[in-house]
């Protein structure tokens, strides 16, 4: 879209079809208005100053040092309250002065280095480097440049090192990126914790022995956190310290290029869980104070902090903090072949409050109005369309509890542009009803409404429980419904306890309903699939810095002698149904029960009549179920099977007859035998696959 053609119509050019979509937003067409002018008039100004959003967003590989063809060495910084700025270094002795930058316009800074007499750079791969700020007190700063490629950590040192990063032969990636994906099953990992091992894991260990792990267990997408540079290794990630640089506690860039490209080579997509909504306060290996002052890619003052979090919010209306951002997310693309992001933290980004203390209630009124930050949302929205316009393949999804309307619609719809949202509420609600309600109570209306209750036409991503319940101080699902039992009776050697058949049992049924009827893409975080025994928590000092609990046990799974196998059984097999049916690509299910004296919900989506019986002891024989499609029916998927721990009431080779006979709203129905605590998947073997429902 041509950003003058942009300017000249205000008016998002398709809002009117999404206010004919949901006429409650017709009171806030100014809002959009407003918005999407913001965003045309900011593609204006990027066009005319810097030559287009395409060249903006290359500055990655201009800013901060790279290497010329000559061999010379070319620095450039952006240090609006520095006083002089010099590059020091291994390359010259550290000596603070040698080598000034020039001042240019706009607060930038630059410094040429030509080659040696050799040709040869004279700042080599491998060296040592910091940018020697002389604040307006006159004080030296040692910086790490905001555009770092690698960073390091000595032993026994508390802050980080800048390593020029630019080797003779840098990894060549050999596979293609794979298509867009249809359905998403998303596995999101962690790479320092992906080994039973109580230590850092690498690169390597997550390339050959964890990707082949996802592949069989029918993931199509791996999404990583804590890749960006992170000095606290406890923040999970998410407090940044280096945003262009992968961490190294794994490995080098060329490490984790090739985890990449070997995921693509297994048809993997691989998502970055990147984090733009705030940064870390630490100055000496961090962004904060970068020149002196508190303002430097940052809102000054207490604007300029989280107080939740205790670190920096970013200036969103600055220029060049979007020129530092949009060429971050594009570096992460083109360097190492990201498929797309995971935007953390979007509610604190699209509000003044930052969601702190502030409840949403679903008022439209909330969405709108002056405590929404737009100049937050404008760069959310040119970041989808840089996005969307120079890799139209990459995948972007929101993380946001707000449930602001229009996020995951399109741009030219005065939408936000991304694809997916995370559905927030469906994780809270499992907890609640686990922590709160006997099993007698549940509610069956109540849990159909929070895994269907999602705006039309935007996309959702379902998942049953959060990495954050995985933390220490929290539980997973797996360990809120087996709790201290999983430490003595997860062997079969051990007695069956009521406590632990019930664990598995709502285990496997809690994963399925979510992923059949809670979205259009599935999420589990990694080990929540076999049931982690545990809780995760990272090396600090008041755990003595122990690993102990910073890894991922997958060596439960093989062990034929624990119970863990059949979980992460079932696990594989759901995923493999959805990847042969299709049903994250499928509208919306058609919900046909949901029986509360019953404990019963039954639906239809992608073809399948899916069936659940929830209640603790009451099984049912001819249990009636109205269905769309006349046939015959065979169970597919049965979380009562023996391979998945289950007590194998149900015989697979037994066929199902539709009758004629209408029911709850459905033409047809036929009679299923639906035991307790149990949930079946069956097909009807007459009718050609996506013909129906």
């Not at 100014?30 to 999407?36: C, P």
């Not at 508190?294 to 670190?311: A, E, I, R, V």
Request: proline letters at 5%; hydrophobic letters at 35%; glycine letters at 8%.
């Amino acid at each position: 879209m041509a950003a003058a053609v942009c300017v000249q119509s205000l008016l998002p050019p398709k809002l009117p079809q999404l206010l004919e979509r949901d006429p409650y937003l017709v009171p806030f067409e100014t809002d959009f208005q407003r918005r999407y002018s913001l965003f045309c008039n900011h593609l204006k100004k990027i066009e005319e100053n810097e030559g287009g959003l395409d060249k903006f967003s290359k500055s990655y590989k201009t800013f901060g040092i790279s290497q010329l063809a000559d061999g010379g060495i070319y620095c450039k910084e952006w240090a609006p309250g520095a006083e002089a700025v010099f590059l020091a270094g291994d390359f010259n002795g550290w000596n603070p002065f040698s080598h000034p930058y020039k001042k240019m316009e706009y607060g930038k800074w630059e410094l040429l280095i030509p080659p040696g007499q050799d040709g040869c750079p004279l700042v080599p791969h491998g060296s040592r480097l910091k940018v020697v700020i002389r604040a307006q007190n006159g004080d030296l700063l040692y910086r790490i440049s905001p555009w770092a490629r690698y960073v390091i950590r000595d032993e026994g040192k508390v802050n980080y090192d800048w390593v020029h990063w630019n080797p003779p032969q840098s990894y060549i990636h050999k596979h293609p990126s794979p298509k867009r994906l249809k359905s998403l099953r998303i596995y999101e990992s962690h790479v320092g914790i992906a080994s039973p091992e109580g230590k850092v894991a690498s690169y390597k260990n997550f390339t050959y022995n964890v990707l082949p792990r996802i592949k069989d267990l029918g993931y199509n997408c791996v999404q990583l956190m804590a890749i960006m540079e992170h000095a606290y290794y406890a923040s999970f990630g998410y407090q940044v310290t280096s945003f262009f640089a992968a961490s190294s506690r794994y490995g080098t860039p060329d490490d984790l290029k090739e985890m990449i490209d070997v995921a693509h080579s297994m048809g993997i997509t691989v998502l970055l869980d990147v984090v733009h909504s705030h940064a870390s306060k630490n100055s000496e290996d961090g962004l904060n104070k970068f020149d002196g002052t508190d303002s430097c890619f940052f809102h000054s003052g207490p604007k300029g902090t989280h107080q939740l979090w205790d670190s920096r919010l970013f200036d969103y209306a600055n220029w060049e903090v979007l020129r530092f951002l949009l060429s971050n997310l594009r570096m992460w693309i083109e360097d190492y072949r990201f498929d797309g992001f995971r935007f953390d933290g979007v509610t604190s980004m699209l509000y003044h409050h930052h969601g702190i203390g502030t409840g949403f209630s679903g008022d439209y009124n909330e969405y709108f109005g002056l405590h929404v930050d737009e100049d937050a949302l404008c760069y959310l929205m040119l970041a989808n369309h840089m996005i969307k316009f120079l890799h139209p393949e990459c995948i972007t999804i929101a993380e946001d509890v707000s449930g602001m309307p229009a996020l995951c619609r399109p741009v030219a719809e005065g939408g936000g542009g991304f694809d997916y949202r995370l559905a927030m509420a469906i994780p809270d609600k499992w907890i609640q009803i686990i922590k709160e309600l006997k099993d007698e109570d549940w509610n069956m209306g109540n849990i159909v409404h929070t895994l269907t209750n999602r705006r039309y036409e935007e996309k959702y991503i379902a998942y049953a429980e959060s990495h954050d319940q995985a933390l220490v101080g929290d539980k997973t699902l797996a360990f809120r419904l087996m709790d201290a039992e999983m430490y003595t009776n997860m062997s079969v050697l051990s007695p069956l306890t009521a406590v632990i058949d019930r664990g598995i049992q709502l285990h496997k049924m809690i994963r399925l309903i979510t992923h059949a009827l809670g979205g259009e893409s599935y999420l589990n975080f990694m080990g929540n699939e076999f049931g982690h025994p545990e809780w995760l928590d990272f090396p600090r000092i008041g755990n003595n810095e122990s690993y102990h609990y910073a890894r991922r046990q997958f060596n439960l799974t093989e062990d034929h002698l624990l119970r863990y196998r059949f979980l992460n059984a079932f696990d594989r097999d759901m995923n493999k149904l959805e990847e042969r049916f299709g049903w994250l690509a499928s509208p919306p299910a058609y919900v046909s029960e949901k029986h509360e004296a019953n404990k019963v919900i039954a639906f239809e989506r992608a073809g399948l009549l899916f069936v659940f019986n929830f209640h603790p002891y009451q099984s049912y024989v001819d249990y009636r179920v109205g269905i769309a499609d006349p046939g015959k029916y065979k169970i597919l998927l049965d979380s009562d099977d023996g391979e998945y721990g289950g007590h194998q009431r149900l015989d697979h080779s037994t066929e199902y007859f539709s009758e004629e006979y209408p029911h709850n709203y459905r033409p047809n129905s036929l009679m299923v035998y639906i035991p307790s605590r149990v949930a079946i998947v069956l097909q009807n073997v007459d009718v050609p696959k996506g013909s129906s429902l």
